[in-house]
């Protein structure tokens, strides 16, 4: 089947003037925003595909706190003219709200992110991670196999976001002449957490749907991967967090469980890209993205707060209430397939990533800094204004009753 360019419609205009980009495809991503915070695939993506002339779609969840200042350099109120992205209100645990939204947008590609993405959570919140993240997989799959057999438009094309946590354990005598086989797409699956088995249904899933059905159904495998728009909440934005915040002065100690657990750290821009690249083949199938190379935490954690000037032992304390349960320690990828068949490579290496992270957090730290000072400054000048307010009414008091004895 053709491939719609990936570069934008141009023309002239009446004066010879260049005419703005035209939207080659429409692109509906779940993902993007949430609740809480901001999707750092969801985000990197949107700009890849924008850049290239699409029309992005986002289904979010309807909230009362519901905000976009993270996604403002990227987001249009639909009530402009040209919109850049238009968000759309969803439930993803209602079938019937999907198939509207999938209908109503008639989407070229569809790129599904969404999901409670937290690991170490998913031993709290089983069901709800299982129905976020599985469940819902399959009433978006089913959603757009339903709008397919209505409407005959066979060419869309779904891209399932997995993860490299689905292979589990792998079971292997370590020896330095016998290291671990790196993991590929023909790989054993043993899934050891909720959130790890709820992506392994979703990526059974999206090959049924491709083998069943006919649909273009890709699987990303996807080894860990980080940015500087990563939750707080994961380590190596807690890490980089907490370097900034030390190195303004406004924390001094970092609290974490097992520093030696090894794993593998790519850049999320590289990771979308290869998600991307997966639709624009001539048939789908499954890739891993990976760098190939894993790193312990230790080392994260020297690089981070040696390039921010400081020594991590000064800082960093053991504590095991961090120690996860279920944690899969080194898991490397084999990335070969993805780069011999889809030509993708990663541009941003170890080394750099740790360094942009950090550098972005110095900035966040400087800013905290600045608001803690002014909102300082103003609690000393309230406290003296309220001292000063007393005196001035003790003063009158006493000025009152003198004069009260005075007369007497």
């Not at 400087?366 to 000072?373: A, E, G, I, Y």
Request: one cysteine or more; a negative charge.
């Amino acid at each position: 089947m053709a491939i719609q360019s990936d570069t934008p419609k141009s023309g002239s205009g009446a004066n010879g003037e260049a005419l703005p980009p035209q939207h080659s495809k429409v692109a509906l991503i779940t993902g993007i925003t949430s609740q809480v915070t901001t999707s750092q695939d969801g985000w990197y993506l949107t700009k890849l595909l924008l850049d290239k002339g699409y029309e992005v779609h986002d289904l979010i969840c309807h909230s009362p706190n519901f905000e976009t200042r993270q996604v403002d350099n990227i987001y249009i109120d639909r009530q402009e003219h040209e919109n850049r992205i238009k968000l759309h209100f969803a439930d993803p645990t209602d079938a019937s709200s999907l198939r509207l939204c999938i209908d109503t947008i008639s989407p070229d590609e569809v790129y599904n992110l969404a999901g409670q993405s937290d690991m170490a959570a998913s031993f709290e919140i089983p069901d709800y991670t299982a129905d976020m993240v599985a469940t819902v997989t399959l009433r978006l799959l089913e959603a757009v196999r339903c709008h397919v057999s209505a409407t005959g438009r066979s060419h869309i094309r779904y891209c399932q976001a997995g993860s490299s946590e689905i292979f589990g354990p792998q079971e292997y005598e370590y020896w330095p002449w016998n290291p671990q086989t790196p993991l590929s797409e023909t790989s054993p699956f043993h899934p050891q957490s909720p959130y790890a088995v709820s992506k392994w249904a979703a990526h059974r899933y999206a090959v049924h749907y491709r083998e069943a059905h006919g649909l273009f159904v890709c699987n990303g495998i996807l080894f860990n991967h980080e940015s500087p728009r990563r939750g707080e909440n994961f380590l190596s934005r807690k890490i980089t967090r907490a370097v900034g915040r030390i190195k303004m002065g406004l924390q001094s100690k970092l609290f974490l469980g097992d520093l030696h657990g090894s794993q593998e750290w790519g850049f999320a821009g590289d990771y979308v890209e290869a998600m991307w690249i997966m639709l624009q083949q001539e048939k789908p199938d499954d890739y891993v993205v990976a760098m190939e190379k894993s790193h312990r935490v230790v080392d994260f954690l020297a690089l981070a707060f040696d390039h921010a000037g400081l020594y991590f032992w000064d800082h960093v304390v053991i504590d095991e209430r961090y120690l996860r349960l279920g944690e899969v320690d080194n898991l490397k990828g084999d990335a070969s397939k993805a780069k011999k068949v889809l030509g993708w490579e990663a541009e941003v290496g170890f080394d750099e990533l740790v360094k942009m992270m950090v550098d972005e957090d110095l900035e966040l730290a400087k800013r905290d800094k600045f608001l803690v000072h002014a909102q300082h400054k103003r609690r000393v000048f309230l406290t003296c204004y309220l001292l000063l307010l007393c005196f001035l009414t003790c003063a009158l008091v006493w000025f009152f009753l003198r004069i009260s004895a005075g007369r007497k």
